[in-house]
């Protein structure tokens, strides 16, 4: 079903990889409900990836950048406002990278170079992409910007690793920026904390299966899928959610407010009495 929700909206979405990105199930769901949008992402994944795939789909021009560099940030945004024709309503921000969990290196032995890189992918780029945006003036009145994150950013998760950092600055950021955006341009900023989904990604965390199955056995609705994930950005992006901001809101299942559900329980006793 579909509600029209974004009629007249323009915006840019980064981070569509193929048809398992969270991304690309935000634009699908975007296109549906009447907005345009330019996708961006990294040259090499618009190499390797189905960037271009989807653009075609949804006819939206990909325009390539990496989102730790100003100039390519600069040159998107400029791109986007002439290809859409006025200024932007909403922008997800759905980037993540851990070069050591890629390199797998434990979080006791952490290389701080790797992980240097890694917060600037995974967290400092959101602030970039805001900054830019406020200083160049790209945002309409109202507009949305969202960026994914994982409970990662306040709960240890085995094998989350240093994205748990990353998570908790992303986190932090649209905190502090939905403050400066919100006075000067009446611009919301939040992150929306995701169950853990089978990605491109989430391939990389040690043991992800394990996490996956694990809060969906703990939440009461279950892990919310990538399409639950983009249905409920959509409504940030929409003028049904005008005043909500600084928030870090979970989309779950009822996962994040849990402690031990009796199917966790049951599976536990069981084990304790075969050992
Ligand atoms: P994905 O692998 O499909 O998307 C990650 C994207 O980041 C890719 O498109 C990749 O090309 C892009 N990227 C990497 N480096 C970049 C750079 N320097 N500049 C621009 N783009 C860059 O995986 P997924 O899972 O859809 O990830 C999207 C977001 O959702 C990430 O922030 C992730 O941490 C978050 N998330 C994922 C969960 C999961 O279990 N998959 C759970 C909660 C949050």
Not at 131 to 149: F, P, R, Y
Not at 160 to 182: H, P, V, W
Request: charged share 20%.
């Amino acid at each position: 079903m579909t509600y029209n929700l974004l009629k007249g909206k323009r915006g840019i979405i980064f981070g569509a990889l193929d048809e398992s990105s969270i991304a690309w199930k935000v634009a699908e769901r975007a296109h549906a409900e009447g907005a345009i949008f330019t996708l961006s992402n990294v040259p090499v994944s618009i190499r390797i990836g189905k960037t271009n795939e989807l653009g075609e789909k949804l006819n939206a021009k990909v325009i390539p950048a990496d989102a730790t560099s100003i100039q390519d940030i600069e040159n998107l945004y400029t791109e986007s406002v002439k290809e859409l024709g006025g200024k932007i309503d909403f922008i997800l921000h759905s980037i993540g990278m851990s070069l050591n969990v890629r390199k797998g290196k434990p979080y006791d032995d952490l290389d701080y170079e790797m992980m240097s890189k890694t917060l600037d992918i995974s967290a400092i780029s959101f602030h970039k992409i805001l900054q830019i945006a406020k200083k160049m003036d790209i945002m309409n009145e109202w507009g949305s910007v969202v960026a994914l994150s994982y409970i990662g950013a306040q709960r240890t998760m085995n094998g989350y690793n240093e994205m748990s950092q990353a998570k908790a600055m992303l986190e932090s950021i649209a905190r502090s920026f939905g403050y400066f955006y919100g006075k000067s341009h009446k611009v919301r900023v939040n992150t929306v904390s995701q169950s853990p989904t089978f990605t491109k990604a989430s391939s990389n965390v040690a043991g992800f299966d394990g996490m996956y199955n694990y809060s969906d056995k703990m939440a009461p609705l279950g892990n919310s899928s990538g399409e639950d994930c983009a249905d409920y950005c959509i409504t940030l992006f929409s003028d049904l959610t005008k005043k909500v901001t600084m928030q870090n809101l979970f989309v779950d299942g009822g996962f994040s407010s849990m402690g031990m559900s009796m199917e966790l329980m049951n599976t536990y006793g069981k084990c304790l009495e075969s050992e």
